[in-house]
């Protein structure tokens, strides 16, 4: 059989993880300029702990992990449901491993509370472009405040980490409370999530696909129609408020979030930042802004999103702690760097020289330059055996290596190295006590 990969999973070339580092290594920076820190959670959870998290679209996609041992002896029937032969499952993202990770620790911790975490997540969806059963979060969340300074301060995130990746984007805001009091008005309040679900498919399936979508879950024409002005665009963020306020102003709770959406525009400052009333996502656990970032110059989905969540951490026994957080979504960001030619031609992923030996005798001489070299910080490998210059050219060629150094007799009566440039072929002699700083400068 030939070996291969998972369907939705990718191995990464030493060149590949080079630039997942690199653009992690911006989004670590930019994490804790803004004073979060790190966390890491397991790879999975209690299935309990994720189940009833994402809505019902959600949870059919978590990656669900068999019992130990014969995991039938807890069936009931010829056809288990799937607790009754599951009871742990791989995370589907990173925001509910972080709630419970707040309650099981809430007396020691300094609240508010500031987390990143960058960690692999799983989903039992289809894959396509940009899309994968196995991918990375990178996320940002702060629990223990109700303030909106918190969504200012992570749309500032957004703007930081973008700006410092060279990718253009444009953060959309929204406001759950928003979609509350669009559904109250439109005498819908009781089937919001349904209505919310199909509303976040419009930038895919259109309005035809969510007057569908809705139809199918036995919303009525008339009821549609009321809801239809959520499906429409506005040209500026200012018609789009001053059309809420008119809309929602016999909602409390719709004008409650549209008081909230001014705030954060109002302190954004020159943030990419604009009103997006059809945005919704889907997930059941947010009750306040609501954020998805897209690239400017590249057809790709969402590249970030986020919000508020209010609930969260009450459905594990801690109430009336309010979180706020978003997401960078890697493996997207990468794809749009890549697209656009945007990732630094300097990455590493070989190191700077290999040592070349012709035979035993200088085999010793050899890897001691080498180990002086890794002592004072150069990256450096050493070929492990004799073996002709070909073999040892084509091995560091192979590997990206981009100089040679050779190091025989005649060199060690001079005290000098002689550094080939594999790419321009170009060689000359360095002394030993100096070899360090240059290839250092190279």
């Not at 100089?403 to 072929?425: C, H, N, P, S």
Request: charged content about 25%.
């Amino acid at each position: 059989m030939k070996p291969r990969v998972a369907k939705g999973t990718r191995d990464f070339s030493a060149q590949e993880v080079a630039k997942r580092h690199y653009v992690m290594s911006v989004l670590r920076k930019a994490f804790e300029r803004f004073g979060y820190s790190p966390l890491e959670t397991p790879s999975f959870e209690n299935l309990e702990t994720l189940m009833g998290k994402y809505g019902e679209e959600g949870d059919r996609l978590i990656f669900k992990i068999l019992r130990s041992g014969d995991f039938m002896k807890h069936a009931e029937s010829d056809v288990p449901k799937a607790s009754e032969i599951a009871d742990k499952a791989l995370r589907y993202d990173l925001t509910v491993p972080f709630a419970r990770y707040v309650v099981q620790n809430a007396g020691q911790l300094a609240m508010p509370y500031k987390r990143y975490q960058m960690q692999p997540v799983w989903r039992a969806d289809n894959p396509q472009k940009g899309r994968f059963r196995e991918f990375y979060q990178c996320d940002a969340d702060v629990v223990g405040s109700q303030s909106l300074w918190q969504e200012v301060e992570l749309v500032h995130l957004y703007q930081a980490a973008f700006d410092a990746l060279n990718l253009p984007v444009t953060i959309r805001l929204n406001n759950r409370k928003v979609l509350a009091g669009m559904a109250e008005v439109s005498g819908v309040g009781d089937r919001l999530v349904a209505f919310t679900v199909a509303l976040d498919k419009l930038d895919k399936i259109g309005v035809e696909g969510v007057v569908n979508e809705l139809l199918s879950k036995e919303f009525t024409l008339e009821e549609i129609e009321k809801l239809k002005p959520a499906m429409q665009s506005f040209a500026t963020t200012n018609e789009s408020i001053a059309f809420l306020r008119t809309w929602l102003s016999d909602s409390e709770i719709g004008i409650k979030g549209v008081e909230e959406l001014t705030f954060v525009l109002d302190h954004a400052g020159n943030a990419p930042l604009i009103i997006d009333i059809t945005l919704a996502r889907g997930l059941n656990y947010y009750t306040g802004c609501i954020l998805e970032v897209s690239a400017n110059e590249v057809q790709m989905g969402s590249v970030g999103g986020g919000g508020r969540y209010d609930d969260l951490t009450g459905i594990f026994g801690l109430h009336d702690v309010s979180g706020v957080g978003v997401s960078f979504g890697l493996d997207r960001i990468l794809l749009c760097l890549e697209e656009l030619h945007r990732l630094p031609n300097t990455l590493e992923s070989a190191p700077k020289a290999l040592v070349f030996h012709m035979d035993t005798d200088q085999a010793k001489e050899g890897y001691q330059l080498t180990a002086y070299l890794r002592k004072a910080g150069i990256s450096v490998d050493f070929y492990p055996e004799p073996a002709k210059w070909k073999k040892q050219f084509d091995f560091a060629e192979k590997r990206g290596i981009p100089f040679a150094l050779l190091y025989g007799e005649e060199e060690m009566k001079q005290g000098v190295v002689q550094v080939k440039e594999l790419r321009t072929g170009d060689q000359e002699a360095i002394r030993y006590v100096d070899l360090a700083a240059h290839l250092a400068t190279r």
